[in-house]
C-alpha cells in the first residue's frame, strides 16, 4: 500500500467505506479533541459483480452476547480446528462441516480478499415482490394522461411473478379487484373518516366472518393472501390492468370556484398500509404514491379546500400557525411505523407547480426507505425517467432495490457506536458495544432499513471509550463489522457482512500519522450529515451556530450556504425533498449537493473545473453547474451573442458549434444516469433562468462591495448572503475568542 489515497480508494470498492480517520486515536480524550468523531459511511449493498455469493449460512461467535461472524481477522489454530473471535476474544470451534479446512484449504470467509462477504441463507419458496400503486386522479388532463402512460409502461419492467394493485383517490378512495375474467369490482371508501386497520381488513374480506356469539377475527396473512383479489400476478392481469389504467378518468366530483379539489390522501395510504399489513407481513413490497397535491380531507389533510387559505409556509411554521402540521404529521408517522414494522417501504412521486405536503408526508418515506421525487408536472422528463429508473435492473438482470434490512454493528471494546443517520430506524437492541453519548439516531446496535438500493449510505458514528491510562497495545488495531440482512430482489434472503480494521495511533506522539490518515471527502460529508440531522430536529440557528464552531476547525463554508441548512428561498417541501437526498446518497454524490462543481468551457484551452465563485462568471465562457438536484449550463454574454447570431450554423466557425456542443454532451451523461434525474436549465447572460446559477455562486461581489473591489470582471451577486470572505474573517475573530 502506497498511499493513504490509493488505501481509501481501495477500501471503497472493496468494502463500501470510507473512513473520516484511518488510524485511530487511541483514547477517549485524544478522540474527543480531533473535532471530527471516529466515524464512517458505509453503502452495505454496494455493487460487486466479482463478489459471488456463496451458499451457506455464516459461522457465528458462541458467545451469547457477541455472536460476531468469523472474519479473515479472526486467529485460527488449524490443527485444533479452533477460532478466535476477534471482538471478544472468545475461542470456538468449527462446525463439524468445517472438519476439512487447513491452511492451504481455507473458506472464502477467512481469505483477506473477502473482507466483505455475501451469503444465500434461504433458498426456499420465493415470496413475490408487491408493488400498490395509490394514484391521485384529482390532476389536469395531460398530467393524469402521461402518468397513466408511465405506469403502463412500469408494468412491462416487473418481473411475471410480481404482485401488482392498484388503489385510485380523489375525494373517495376506490380499491380495484384485478381478475383477468368478466368485470372487475371496486370497493368505495369515504376519505373523511378515519379508519381502524380491523376496519379496513373486515371491509376488504380479510377477516374470518363473525359467527353467532364470536366477533370476526383477521385471517392469518397467508389465508387472506390468498383470497385477497386487490393484488394479483402481474403476467395475470397486465393485459386487464393495462386497460383498467388507460380507462381512468379525473376525479368525477366537480370543484366549485375557489375551491381545491377533495383529495383524501390519507386514508387512501391507510388502506393501501392495512391491505399489505393482512396480507404480506414482513415481506417486501413497494407502495407507491403519485400525487398531484395536497391532501385536503379527512386525517392528514394539510390543508383546507378554500383557494384563499394558501398551504403553510416557513413562516406560519414559525409563527405557529400551521394549524394543521402537528395532526397531519403525527398521523403519517403512524401510519409510516406501521409499513416499517412490516418492512413495506412507501414511495412519494409528488408533482404539481405549489406544495403538495412533503413536509408533513415525508416520514412516509423516510422511515420506511421509499423513494421521494418532486417535480412541476408528471409530464416532464424529470419525472418519467426518474419512476423507469426505479426498476432499473444490475448487471445480472435483477432489479436494484433489496428489502427488509437490518444492519447489524458489532466494535472491538475500545469503541462503542454512538448512532446512525440515514434511511433507518432503531431497532432499539442494547448490547455491550452501544455508546450513551448519542449522535444521530443512536441507543442502539441495530437499525432496520425498509428497502435499499446499491447506492444507499449510511453515516456511522463511534466513540473511542479507551481510557488514556490504558493504552492500547503495541500494534493493536480496532475493529467494526457491519451485518446486513435482507431480503434480495430476487427474493433470496442474504446477509452481507463487512469487517474492517484500522490501527491505533497514539495522539501525542503520533499526531502527524493521524493527520495524514484524515479522509477530509468523507469527513466532509459525515459532518454534514450531522448538521443536516439537527437542523430537522432543531432551531435554524443554533444549528448554525453549532456549525460555525466545528467549523474553525472543519471548514464548510458551501454547506452553510446549501439548501440542507438553509430554508431561505425554499418552501418546507423543498426543504424537506433536498435533505431525504441529503441523508442517503454516497459519498461522491453528497459531496456534489454540499459543493456544487461549475465546469467552465472555453476558446483557451480543454474544459476545466472553476471556482464555484461569481468572479468565474466571464463574457467569453460557458458554463456548466451541477447541483445534483440541477443541471444549469450558462452561456456568457459575448457567447451568448454569437450564438443569437448564428455562428454555430455557419461551416467557417464550425469550432464554435463543437463549443457550445460540448456541455451538452457532459450534461447528458450527467442526465442519463442520476437517481433522481436533475432539473436541466439553459441559460445565458441576463436570462431569467440566470437565476439558478447566480443563487449558487459564493458572492465574493455584492451589491454591498462591489465599488469598493472596483473589479471588471466576474458578476455581481444580489444577496446578503455573507461572502466566502466576510464569513472567514469572522471565523478567525471566533477562533480566538473562543476557548472551543
Ligand atoms: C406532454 O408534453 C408534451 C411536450 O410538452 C406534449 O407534446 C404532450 O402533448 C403532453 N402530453 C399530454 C398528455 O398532454
Ligand atoms: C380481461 O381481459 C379478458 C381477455 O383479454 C377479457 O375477456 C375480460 O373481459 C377483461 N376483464 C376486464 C375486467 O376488463
Ligand atoms: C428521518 O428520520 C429520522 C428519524 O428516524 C430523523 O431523525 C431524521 O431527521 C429524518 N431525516 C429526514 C431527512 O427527514
Ligand atoms: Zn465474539
Avoid at 441507543?443 to 463511534?462: E, M, N
Wanted: net charge neutral; hydrophobic share 35%.
Amino acid at each position: 500500500m502506497s498511499t493513504y489515497q490509493e488505501f481509501i480508494q481501495q477500501n471503497e470498492d472493496c468494502d463500501g467505506i470510507r473512513c473520516s480517520w484511518n488510524l485511530w486515536p487511541s483514547s477517549r480524550l485524544e478522540a474527543t479533541r480531533l473535532v471530527v468523531p471516529v466515524s464512517c459511511l458505509y453503502t452495505p449493498l454496494k455493487e460487486r459483480p466479482d463478489l459471488p455469493p456463496v451458499q451457506y449460512e455464516p459461522v457465528l461467535c458462541s458467545r451469547a452476547n457477541c455472536k460476531a461472524v468469523l472474519n479473515p481477522l479472526c486467529q485460527v489454530d488449524f490443527r485444533a480446528k479452533i477460532w478466535a473471535c476477534n471482538f471478544c476474544f472468545q475461542r470456538n470451534s468449527f462446525p463439524p462441516s468445517y472438519a476439512g479446512i487447513s491452511e492451504v484449504n481455507q473458506p472464502a470467509e477467512l481469505m483477506p480478499q473477502f473482507s466483505t462477504i455475501e451469503y444465500i441463507v434461504q433458498r426456499g419458496p420465493p415470496n413475490p415482490l408487491i408493488f400498490l400503486y395509490v394514484v391521485d386522479t384529482c390532476q389536469e388532463e395531460e398530467d393524469l394522461q402521461a402518468l397513466k402512460e408511465s405506469l403502463q409502461m412500469s408494468l412491462s419492467l416487473l418481473p411475471p411473478n410480481a404482485l401488482v394493485g392498484l388503489i385510485t383517490f380523489g375525494r373517495m378512495i376506490q380499491i380495484h379487484e384485478l381478475s383477468c375474467e368478466g368485470m372487475a369490482k371496486s370497493f368505495v371508501f369515504r376519505g373523511t373518516k378515519e379508519l381502524m386497520p380491523k376496519q379496513i381488513q373486515e371491509m376488504l374480506g380479510l377477516m374470518k366472518p363473525a359467527t353467532s356469539g364470536q366477533q370476526g377475527k383477521p385471517l392469518a396473512p397467508h389465508d387472506a393472501a390468498a383470497s385477497c383479489r386487490f393484488l394479483q400476478p402481474v403476467q395475470a392481469v397486465d393485459m386487464n390492468l393495462t386497460d383498467l389504467l388507460g380507462e381512468l378518468q379525473r376525479d368525477p366530483w366537480p370543484v366549485p370556484q375557489g375551491k381545491r379539489p377533495l383529495r383524501s390522501t390519507g386514508i387512501a395510504l391507510s388502506i393501501a398500509i392495512g391491505l399489505l399489513e393482512g396480507t404480506f407481513p414482513n415481506t417486501g413490497a413497494r407502495v407507491m404514491l403519485f400525487t398531484g397535491g395536497p391532501p385536503t380531507q379527512g386525517p392528514g389533510m394539510v390543508v383546507g379546500d378554500e383557494l384563499k387559505t394558501p398551504i403553510r409556509s416557513w413562516h406560519d411554521i414559525q409563527k405557529d400557525n400551521a394549524h394543521h402540521l402537528k395532526k397531519a404529521t403525527k398521523y403519517y408517522e403512524a401510519l409510516a411505523n406501521r409499513a416499517a414494522v412490516n418492512g413495506h417501504s412507501i414511495d412519494i412521486y409528488a408533482c404539481a407547480l405549489d406544495q403538495t405536503g412533503l413536509l408533513e408526508m415525508k416520514c412516509l418515506s423516510n422511515l420506511t426507505g421509499g423513494h421521494i421525487v418532486m417535480g412541476d408536472s408528471f409530464n416532464t422528463s424529470l419525472f418519467k425517467q426518474t419512476f423507469q429508473r426505479v426498476f432499473s435492473k444490475d448487471y445480472n438482470g435483477e432489479f436494484r432495490m433489496a428489502f427488509g434490512g437490518t444492519l447489524e454493528v458489532k466494535t472491538s471494546r475500545e469503541l462503542k457506536v454512538s448512532g446512525a443517520i440515514g434511511p433507518c430506524v432503531s431497532l432499539n437492541t442494547k448490547g455491550p458495544c452501544v455508546s450513551d453519548n448519542e449522535m444521530g439516531v443512536g441507543g442502539t446496535c441495530q437499525w432496520k432499513i425498509c428497502s435499499l438500493t446499491p447506492a444507499t449510505t449510511l453515516a456511522l458514528y463511534f466513540e473511542v471509550v479507551n481510557q488514556h491510562n490504558a493504552p492500547v497495545p503495541q500494534g493493536g488495531r480496532g475493529a467494526i463489522q457491519f451485518v446486513t440482512q435482507y431480503q434480495h430482489s430476487n427474493t433470496q434472503r442474504r446477509i452481507r457482512v463487512t469487517t474492517i480494521a484500522r490501527n491505533w495511533a497514539d495522539a501525542q506522539s503520533q499526531i502527524q500519522h493521524i493527520e495524514s490518515s484524515f479522509d477530509q471527502e468523507a469527513s466532509t460529508v459525515l459532518m454534514a450529515r450531522l448538521g443536516v440531522f439537527k437542523a430537522e430536529s432543531e432551531e435554524g440557528p443554533d444549528v448554525l451556530r453549532w456549525l460555525d464552531r466545528q467549523l474553525i476547525r472543519l471548514f464548510m463554508f458551501h454547506l452553510r450556504r446549501s439548501p440542507f441548512l438553509q430554508v431561505f428561498n425554499n418552501s418546507p417541501d423543498e426543504s424537506s425533498y433536498y435533505r431525504h437526498h441529503f441523508v442517503r446518497q454516497d459519498l461522491t454524490q453528497s459531496l456534489i449537493m454540499i459543493q456544487p462543481i461549475l465546469y467552465s468551457y472555453s476558446f483557451y484551452g480543454p474544459p476545466e473545473p472553476v471556482l464555484l465563485d461569481s468572479s468565474s462568471i466571464l463574457p467569453d465562457r460557458i458554463l456548466l453547474m451541477d447541483t445534483f438536484f440541477q443541471l444549469v449550463i450558462y452561456h456568457g454574454e459575448t457567447i451568448a451573442q454569437w450564438r443569437k447570431s448564428g455562428y454555430q450554423e455557419m461551416a467557417e466557425y464550425e469550432n464554435f458549434k463543437q463549443l457550445l456542443q460540448a456541455p451538452l454532451d457532459d450534461a447528458q451523461e450527467i442526465l442519463q444516469t442520476r437517481f433522481p434525474m436533475p432539473r436541466y436549465i439553459d441559460t445565458e447572460y441576463g436570462g431569467s433562468q440566470a437565476r439558478f446559477l447566480l443563487s449558487k455562486v459564493n458572492p465574493s461581489q455584492t451589491h454591498n462591495n462591489l465599488y469598493a473591489w472596483g473589479q471588471e470582471s466576474g458578476a455581481p451577486i444580489l444577496t446578503d448572503d455573507v461572502s466566502l470572505q466576510v464569513f472567514m474573517d469572522h471565523l478567525k475573530k471566533l477562533a480566538v475568542s473562543s476557548s472551543a
